[in-house]
């Protein structure tokens, strides 16, 4: 087995074929709302405190489950309870659907906890995988949180016209907001223990980018 922080390197690279490029994070139902270049640091605020928490407290949550032989139907249910809008639900499951294919060919052993599920989301694969993969409940978190702040400032770069030294800036100054995540997520034990936080504006954005037939990215 290979080192688990390497394993988290891989999870949190953008060219692992799990369908990440085809995510904006809701920037572009963002934008389509009027959101500007300008406002792309306090938006990637917005997700850490708001969506990143959810995400990143039900993959712990999920990996102490698989640690604990605990099903893992109730962290499912504790994560589609805290992500309101449809829409950011089936992107998410649309993710883990490829996130899953991949891992049944590499880590076959790691994703049979997820069998009894017929549609998981994306962050209850991910913390299946780290518990089989012997990743530690911090890193874990860390690859939640940072992946979704690389995954906004990446659409950023097709969606805004923008220096892509000033969106490496934006990632840099997030970096704190990703470490406020995992210390407010690694501790968690239980399903009910995940935040549960709501972000208004994003779902809308969400809901209506899906409804929409012109767009770059599927959510």
Do not use: N
């Amino acid at each position: 087995m290979a080192d688990p922080e390497l394993l988290a390197m891989l999870l949190a690279d953008a060219r692992l074929p799990v369908a990440g490029h085809t995510q904006s994070g809701t920037l572009e139902g963002a934008v389509m709302g009027g959101l500007s270049a300008a406002d792309v640091p306090s938006y990637l605020r917005a997700r850490l405190v708001g969506v990143t928490r959810v995400e990143a407290g039900t993959a712990v949550a999920a990996r102490r489950a698989v640690l604990d032989a605990e099903p893992l139907a109730a962290v499912e249910t504790a994560w589609a309870a805290r992500t309101v809008t449809p829409a950011v639900r089936v992107a998410s499951r649309t993710q883990a659907r490829a996130l899953l294919r991949l891992a049944s060919r590499l880590w076959p052993d790691a994703v049979l906890p997820l069998a009894p599920l017929p549609a998981p989301s994306r962050s209850v694969v991910l913390g299946a995988l780290a518990g089989g993969l012997g990743l530690g409940a911090e890193s874990l978190a860390r690859v939640v949180a940072y992946d979704d702040v690389q995954t906004v400032c990446a659409a950023s770069l097709k969606l805004l016209p923008l220096d892509p030294a000033v969106v490496t800036g934006w990632v840099v100054d997030a970096l704190p907001g990703v470490e406020e995540v995992v210390a407010a997520t690694a501790g968690i034990k239980d399903p009910s223990e995940v935040p549960a936080v709501a972000a208004p504006q994003i779902e809308a954005w969400a809901h209506a980018h899906a409804r929409t037939t012109r767009r770059l990215f599927r959510a």
